[in-house]
Each structure stands twice: as structure tokens, then as C-alpha cells.
């Protein structure tokens, strides 16, 4: 995954660089904003492959869950520079606002907006199908920013046309357009990331329990927890069975459940399995 990251990096950093240097040049404001939000893109770039090279390493004495939620903390990280990134972006509309710097917007404007929509939009299309395949939140995370990029770069395109035609105030009006997508962004990912670590259920009772129910022996499943990243998921539940059951047909049956939950969930790594007999129904919890 980290080649992943390397090749969305540069494409990155070529965009941020074209709309920095010619937003700087033309003294367009909400170009320059737009480069600036490209740029954070290539710095989550490297905050995600410094992750991905962690989060890749196996468990050890201290760390028995492994070091996958490395990623989650990563993802905050971007998410913090997303919110930064936006008020430095107002603040420099507020300037606007006061009448600091007249924007040039020339056919070049167009041309250099159009090929970064281009190049956005195809390298969030490509980071998201990767993300979705390795079941990666820091992939899917940025491919959902980036693809807010290109969005924030067609309304810029269109306020061009208005911002020449005399409505010079709409450049710093773009700006904070701009600006507050990449806050919807940043609190998106935030939001996300924070019930990873404060443990969110990842997969419902209801379909664990439809995942074993087939296997005989089985009489109840309840008090199913789940928690981790998408890519590294540990659950621990309750199995009820039959009162007559042996030790050994207990502990297959457990094992058979555990296979038949890692087929279905293959995101699934750990489970532990607390066996009863019938009268552990007492101890369903129900949660709301």
C-alpha cells in the first residue's frame, strides 16, 4: 500500500505546485487556496506512509493487538491539518475582503484548473478502489478529500468567469467555499476516526448470529462485540449450545463458528469465544 501512497504523493505535490505557482503569480486567492489544500494532501501523503510501514508489522510482547490502529491516529493527524489548513484559508479571504491584492484571470487560469481536476479526479477514483480492496481507512479517508478537491476546483472554475467579468469580491467568496470543504472533510474524517478508537461496533449481532445459526450444536449467539479498523477487526461473543455436549464437540463447534465468521468477515483476525450451556441466556446484555 505504501507504493499506493508514493504514486498519489507526487501527483499531489505536481498539483499543488502548478496552482500555488500560478495562483501566486495571478494573485488569485482561491487558486492559491485550492494549492494549499493540494499540498496537505501530499503531507498526508507522508503521514500515511510512515502509518502504513508501522501499522504492517506483526504483534508483539507489547503490543498483542497489533499496531494497526497506527492508521487511525494518522488519519487524526491529517484531520487536524485539514481544520488548519482551513482557517488559514479564511483568514487570507478576510484579507481579500479588505481589499489586499486584484486577481488576474487569463485563459492559462482555465487551462491550469481543468488539468488538476483531471489529475485529482482519477487519482481519487484509483485511491479509493485500493483503499476499498486492502480495506484501508487512511486510503479511503484521503481518496474522499481529494475527490472534494476536484469539486472545490470546478466552482472555483466558474467563479473565474464571474471574477472576470468584474465581480473581483467572488475570488475571496470561493475561497471560503473552499475552505469549508475541506473542514466538512477534516470533521468527516475526525468523526470517523475517533469511534475507531473509542471502540464502535463494526459488525452488527444480527448478522453474526446469521453467519452461525446453520451450524448444528449452535442454540444462541448474544453480547457480540467487535472493534479495530476495518482492516484488523477483534470480536468476542457468547455461544450457547447443548447441554450434553462433550468438551471436545464444544470446543469444534467453537472452532466451526470461528471459521464460518472469518469466511464471512475475512477483515476479522481474533475472536474469542465464551461457550455456555443453555441457561447462559440469562446473561444476554441488550444494548441500545
Do not use: W
Amino acid at each position: 500500500m505504501n507504493r499506493i501512497l508514493i504514486i498519489v504523493f507526487f501527483f499531489n505535490l505536481f498539483v499543488a505546485a502548478i496552482k500555488l505557482g500560478y495562483g501566486y503569480h495571478a494573485n488569485i486567492l482561491s487558486i492559491s487556496a485550492d494549492g494549499y489544500d493540494s499540498l496537505f494532501d501530499a503531507v498526508s501523503n507522508i503521514i500515511g506512509i510512515v502509518a502504513m510501514m508501522i501499522a504492517c508489522k506483526p504483534g508483539d510482547s507489547e503490543h498483542r493487538y497489533g499496531h494497526s490502529k497506527i492508521e487511525t491516529f494518522a488519519s487524526i493527524l491529517i484531520a487536524i491539518s485539514l481544520l488548519i489548513v482551513s482557517y488559514e484559508i479564511i483568514t487570507s479571504a478576510i484579507d481579500r475582503f479588505n481589499g489586499v491584492g486584484i486577481p488576474s484571470v487569463t485563459l492559462i487560469s482555465y487551462i491550469v484548473l481543468l488539468a488538476t481536476v483531471v489529475i485529482n479526479y482519477i487519482v481519487s477514483l484509483y485511491e479509493k478502489r485500493m483503499g476499498e480492496e486492502y480495506n484501508s481507512d487512511i486510503l479511503i479517508s484521503d481518496s474522499k478529500h481529494t475527490r472534494s478537491d476536484s469539486l472545490a476546483t470546478l466552482v472555483i472554475i466558474i467563479g473565474l468567469v464571474f471574477i472576470q467579468m468584474g465581480y473581483v469580491i467572488l475570488d475571496p467568496i470561493l475561497s471560503i467555499f473552499v475552505a469549508i470543504l475541506i473542514l466538512k472533510a477534516g470533521i468527516e474524517i475526525l468523526y470517523k476516526n475517533i469511534n475507531v478508537l473509542m471502540d464502535k461496533s463494526i459488525i452488527s449481532e444480527d448478522k453474526v448470529r446469521q453467519t452461525v445459526a446453520y451450524i448444528k450444536g449452535v442454540r444462541d449467539v448474544h453480547n457480540v462485540r467487535s472493534r479495530g479498523t476495518h482492516s484488523a477487526i477483534f470480536m468476542d461473543m457468547y455461544l450457547v449450545l447443548d447441554d450434553d455436549l462433550s468438551l471436545t464437540e464444544a470446543h469444534k463447534i467453537s472452532h466451526e463458528c470461528e471459521d464460518a465468521i472469518k469466511k464471512e468477515f475475512p477483515e476479522v483476525i481474533d475472536i474469542i469465544i465464551h461457550i455456555e450451556p443453555f441457561e447462559g441466556l440469562k446473561d444476554k446484555k441488550t444494548y441500545e
